[in-house]
């Protein structure tokens, strides 16, 4: 059986020995170096610049990055991750690990109030400080170690920086302390970059400085009230987890909740918050935003009424992370969604994929991880000379010689693409 990436559970140590033991990991370091092929010298540092070549470049070690990276180590590939903030990504620190961890102290709550036996024993509420310290567990206090440990043990190799296209399978990397190391990628790169909160132009909203998700998913104060500007899914579950925690919530919704699923879902969420207490207001815009004279935050509605609150959250959808990636270099606009075909490879190029939520075809970590695997398998079958279609499949497969490349073509071949099939 495949092995696959959870990077979802791969907090700190949680994972040793996960992985093959081919390598073994260098203590304390976190930028590392396994098996390049030297371009000229691999170590080479001049003026604090290096220069290192790869079978593959992932840039973004979401859990998306991660899984593109490890399926094609697995099949013989070299491949370096790039990540300039944490590995692990959105969805271990900000996402759904701290959102599902915010929300399940109050789930497991209500379930034992509705249970006559269980319901007689819950006398109090919750214990907020022992939820944000469950939560704070679950992120590993925001300490990515233990993903760089897996990454170490996988054999993928880790440059800590901000990545950049220079041109064709070229990467500089912009390190925090300004050293740049350039990448050079033999058969492709792939843009994992992930995607941010999107602030809507209402005038004043900036000057508020409202939450988006990071904010309140990592959130150590909870306010005594909370305004949510969005209905979506980031919208609805955070006004169940901070009505939980004890905050008055009101939640803004252009139209209903949960848009994009059957209305009726949508209708019994709201249903649900309003029985426990928020103010559900759909079919309103705010219009303008503003600290009033206790620098309280002020939302104008569009129906003439304004909401005041401690916090704002603005949920009101994603931006792909594609500003200052170089795109211009290569002919492609910047701050763009990545238009990929259903073998994640960029349309118009032979060697560049997006995969996860950067191409905008399903913005969820357990879809992206899907897509990861099956860009790693092309991005190997390609490189090993063989044909893949439009749909994923592999149509042919050359053997070209090499350890690690008849073993990629052999796995290729026992268990293709097509039994992990990439469909919109
Ligand atoms: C509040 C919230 C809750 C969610 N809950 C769930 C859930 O329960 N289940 C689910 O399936 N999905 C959930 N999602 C969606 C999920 O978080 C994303 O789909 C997932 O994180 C996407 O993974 P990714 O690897 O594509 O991008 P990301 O996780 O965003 O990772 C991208 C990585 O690339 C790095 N990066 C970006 N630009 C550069 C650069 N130029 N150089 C170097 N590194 C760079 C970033 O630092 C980041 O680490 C949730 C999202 C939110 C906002």
Redo the contacts with the bound molecule.
Sequence with gaps: MRRVLDARRAGAGRRPGHGRTRWMPRPGGTTVARNPSPVSDPLASVDGMSEREYDLIV???????ENVADRAVQSGLTAVI??????????SY???MP??ALLRSGAVLRAARDVDGAKQAVTGDLDVAAVLRRRDAMTSDWNDSGQVQWLEGAGIDLVR????LTGEKTVR?TAADGTTTDLVARHAVAV????A?LLPGIPGLADIEPWT?RE??AVQNVPGSLAILGGG??GA??ATAFEGLGTEVTIIARSGLLGGTEPFAGELVADALRARGVTVKTGVDATAARRDDDGRRVLELSDGTSITADEVLVATG?VP?TT??GLESIGLDEGIWLDVDDTLRVRGFDWLYA????NHRA??????KYQARAAGDVIAVRAQGGAVDAAGDVIAVRAQGGRGRRRAVGRARRDPPTTTPFHR
């Design positions: 840039i973004g070690a979401g859990p998306v990055g790039v990540e300039s903030e944490l590995v692990g990504g959105e969805c900000w996402a759904c959102s599902k920086g901000h990545g950049r990397v994992c970059t992930g995607s909160a998700s309140a998913t899914v980031v579950e955070m994603r992370r200052d990636l995969v996860g939520d950067v913005l969820l970590t357990h879809q992206g």
